[in-house]
C-alpha cells in the first residue's frame, strides 16, 4: 500500500469536535487505499500552559526536564487520535516518541531526528492496521531521555516520517489554507499562492511565518518530500492549498514572493569589546553553548586604542528572541566575570520587529533592497539592523512600526496581484 | 545512604506552590542523608480531566490508549518536581514509568507491577543525585507500552518502590493527616487513628476511604514496608500521621475500627437466569473480559422449570463501580445474543451505595452484624445486598441514605472515643 502522511497542528487538533474532524480526513484518505501516519500536535495552548509551568518554575531550566514536561500535550492527543479512528472502525494505535522510536541527538529543545526504524509501524500496516498515530514534536536521545524538535516540530517530525516511509506525499494541516504572500491578520491584501519553491519557503519559515518550522522544509528540500500545506476548516479537495515543490516546478514567479516578519526580537549590542582575532567565536560560542538562537550580526567598524584598551576595540550588535534575553545577559555576564570576555556594556532592546522580504526572482533582478529601504524611509521608519542573502533582504526595526513596515512593502511589490 | 520514599498525591501537587511546599519537604529529608525517591500523582483535576476527554471520546475505549493518555499528567508532574529540586540546589532528575522501567503486566488500566531493576536509578545515586521523582501510576507491557496501575496507583508505585529499593519509610503524603474512623466530611465526630493494621486498611482500602489504593496496602504487608499517611498541608514532624503497620503493633484495639463507604455503585440483576453448574463462571468470566470490577455477588434461591426453562432458575445479582455499566450490559447482551448465556432481563441500578464496618476486634467479639442491622434498621434503611469476610460486614444500600448510615454506625461503635 501506499503511504500517505498527514499532520494536524494544534488548532486542528483544539477540540474533541476537532479531532474527530480531522479523523473523518483521514477517513477519507484510508478509503483510497492509502496506509495513513498521521502525526499530531498538542492541542491548542496545552504547550503553551506546560511552557508557562517549566518558565515560572525554574528561569534557567534543565532542557531535559523540559522536554520530558512539554511533550506530554502531544502523547494525549495522540491517543485521543488513535481512539476517535477505533470508533469510526478504522485499525489504529498510538505510538510515542520512544515508542517508535524516533532517535534524535541529544541537543534537548531543539533536538534533530537522526533515523525513524520502519520496520516495526510497516509490520503493524501488514497485519491490518490501517492508521499510525504519532506523537509529533517528540523523539528519544541515545542516553534514552525524551527529546523535542523545538517550537513546530511536529512539523518535522511528519516531514521525517514521509522521507523515512517513502510517503507519496506529506500533507499538513493547519488553521491557515495554505502559504500567503503575508499574514493576513496583518495586512488584508495578502495573497494565497498556490505553489512556492522550497527555498524561498524555507525563508519565510525561518523569518517568522510560522505556517511551517524551518526544519521541515530543509528536510522536504533534501528528500525531495511533496509538501503541501492546507487548511482543515475547509472542505477537502485534492487542489487545495499550497504546493511547496523544486524550484523549476513553478511556472513563472515575482522577484517578490512574499513578506515576512517576526514580532518577538531582541536586539543586544556589546559596547566597547576588544577587537581581536577570535573575538566573534568567544562571543556567539559562549551564546551557543547557553542555548541561545542568534539570527543577526553586525559587528561596528573598529576603533584603536579606544579608552586605554590595548589593540583596537568594536561594538558588537546581534539578534535574538526576546524570550533567550535573560539567558545570553547571564551567559555574557558570566564569560565577562571568567576572563573570557571583556567588555565595557551590555544593552538590551526588547522592542525590535524583523521584516523581511523574500523571493527566488532577486537572484537575477537588481534593485530589490533599495527599493525596499526606500519604501520605509518614505514611511518615517528606522532601519536599526540589515542582513541579505540570496534570496530575502531583513531589517530589523522598532516593533510599533512593524505592521505599516509589512503593509507599505506588500503594495510597493504588487503582492496582491498574481504574476 | 538509606533510602526513603516519599509519595505526593494529586492535592498536594496542584499547583506550582504546592510542589515547592512538597519540595521542600523533600529537602529536609534529604538533609537528614536520605537518598529520596519521590513518588508524584498528577496535578489535581488533570487525570479527571484527561479520563473525561477518552470517555467522551469513547465509551467503550481501547484500554491501551487509555493508559497512553491518562498517564501524561504524571510526567507533567515529575518534570516539573525535578526543576523544582534543582532550583533549591538539590541534585534530581525525573523518571517516567518506561525509562526506570517499572515493568508491569499488560492489564492495561489495572495492571500490576512485576519488577522494578533499581540499578539505574542507584548508579544514579552513587554519582551525586539526591532525588529521583518517578511519575506514579504507569509502567511499561512486556509489548513495550504504557500501561497504568488504575485509580490512586501513585500509592502502589510508592510502595513498590519502597520494596524494591529496602527504604527505611515510604510516607504518603495526602490531602488529610491520617486514616481517619470514617470520612470527616460525612461524619463530624471521625477520629484520625494513630495506628491501624495492615489488614483493617486492607479493608478500608478496598471498601472505598480513598487515602490508600489497596493494591499498595496488599504489598506494604506483603513486603513489610513501613507505610505512613500523612498531610502535606500541616507542620512537618516525624510522629505525625498514622502508621500502618502489623497487628501486633498496635497496643489495644477496638472491635470496629472504622467505618468506610463507597458511593459510586450500581446494582445489576440478571433475572431468571438458568442455574446450572458453571453459570456463575460464564456470567462473571465474560464480565472479567470486559474489565468490570465485580464486588458483591448474590444468587436467590433456585426455581425448578420456571416458565418453561428446562432445569432450574435463579436470578444473580451483582455491584460494580457505576460508570461500568454500560461496558457490563454490553457485555452480557453480547453474550445472550452468542449464546453463551441466557437470561430473561437485566436490571441496573445506578443509585445505591456501599457501607462497611471493619475491625480486626470483630475476629473475636461476636454480634457486630446484629448490631449493624439494628442500627440500620432503626432508621429505616432497608438493606438490599450484604457481603462479610472475618474483619468487615458490608451493605448495600440506597445512595439517599449513605451518610444517615455512616453517622449512625459511628455512634453506635463509639468511634469518636479512643481505645
Known amino acids: 500500500m501506499p503511504v500517505l502522511v498527514m499532520k494536524f497542528g494544534g488548532t486542528s487538533v483544539a477540540t474533541l469536535d476537532r479531532i474527530r474532524r480531522a479523523a473523518k480526513r483521514v477517513g477519507v484518505e484510508v478509503a483510497k487505499g492509502y496506509d495513513v501516519i498521521v502525526i499530531v500536535s498538542a492541542m491548542s495552548g496545552e504547550t503553551n500552559k506546560l511552557v508557562g509551568y517549566v518558565e515560572e518554575t525554574s528561569p534557567l531550566f534543565d532542557a531535559r526536564e523540559y522536554d520530558a514536561v512539554v511533550s506530554s500535550g502531544e502523547n494525549v492527543t495522540a491517543g485521543l ?153 475547509e472542505e477537502m479537495s485534492d487542489e487545495g492549498g499550497t504546493l511547496v515543490c523544486d524550484e523549476e516546478d513553478i511556472m513563472e514567479s515575482k522577484v517578490v514572493a512574499g513578506v515576512a516578519f517576526s514580532r518577538d526580537e531582541a536586539k543586544m549590542t556589546l559596547v566597547t569589546i576588544e577587537d581581536r582575532p577570535g573575538i566573534a567565536a568567544a562571543i556567539f560560542g559562549t551564546l551557543a553553548d547557553a542555548g541561545v538562537n542568534v539570527d543577526m550580526i553586525v559587528q561596528n567598524v573598529s576603533e584603536l586604542n579606544y579608552k586605554g584598551h590595548v589593540g583596537g576595540v568594536t561594538d558588537m550588535t546581534f539578534s535574538c528572541p526576546v524570550n533567550q534575553v535573560a539567558r545570553a545577559e547571564k551567559a555574557l555576564d558570566d564569560a565577562k566575570a571568567a576572563g573570557i570576555l571583556n567588555f565595557d556594556k551590555l544593552e538590551s532592546e526588547r522592542d525590535v520587529a524583523k521584516v523581511s522580504v523574500v523571493g527566488i526572482g532577486m537572484r537575477s533582478a537588481a534593485g530589490v533592497a533599495a527599493k525596499m529601504f526606500k519604501v520605509l524611509s518614505d514611511e518615517n521608519i528606522n532601519i536599526q539592523v540589515i542582513t541579505t542573502s540570496e534570496i530575502k533582504i531583513s531589517v530589523l526595526i522598532e516593533r510599533k512600526y512593524m505592521e505599516l513596515a509589512v503593509q507599505a512593502l506588500h503594495d510597493a511589490f504588487d503582492l496582491d496581484k498574481a504574476a
Chains 1, 2 share one sequence.
Not at 541529544?106 to 504519532?134: C, Q, Y
Not at 522544509?217 to 487548511?231: D, G, P, Q, T, W
Open 81 to 233: 487520535m488513535a481512539l476517535t479512528l477505533q470508533e469510526m472502525d478504522i485499525p489504529a494505535r498510538s505510538w510515542q516518541g520512544w515508542q517508535v522510536p524516533v532517535k534524535t541527538t541529544s541537543a534537548h529543545s531543539s533536538a534533530r531526528i537522526e533515523e525513524i526504524p520502519s520496520d516495526n509501524i510497516l509490520r503493524k500496516f501488514a497485519e491490518g492496521m490501517k492508521v499510525a498515530v504519532v506523537a509529533g514534536f517528540q523523539g528519544v536521545s541515545p542516553e534514552g531521555r525524551i527529546t523535542t524538535l523545538g517550537r513546530g516540530g511536529s512539523d518535522t517530525t511528519a516531514v521525517a516520517f514521509a522521507a523515512a516511509f517513502d510517503a507519496e506525499r506529506c500533507d499538513i494541516y493547519t488553521d491557515v489554507d495554505g502559504v500567503y504572500t503575508t499574514d493576513p491578520r496583518i495586512c488584508e491584501k495578502a495573497r494565497k499562492l498556490d505553489r512556492i519553491s522550497f527555498e524561498e519557503m524555507l525563508e519565510l519559515a525561518s523569518l517568522g511565518a510560522k505556517v511551517l518550522q524551518t526544519r521541515s522544509v530543509e528536510l522536504a528540500m533534501r528528500y525531495k518530500v511533496k509538501l503541501r500545506v492546507l487548511s482543515s476548516f
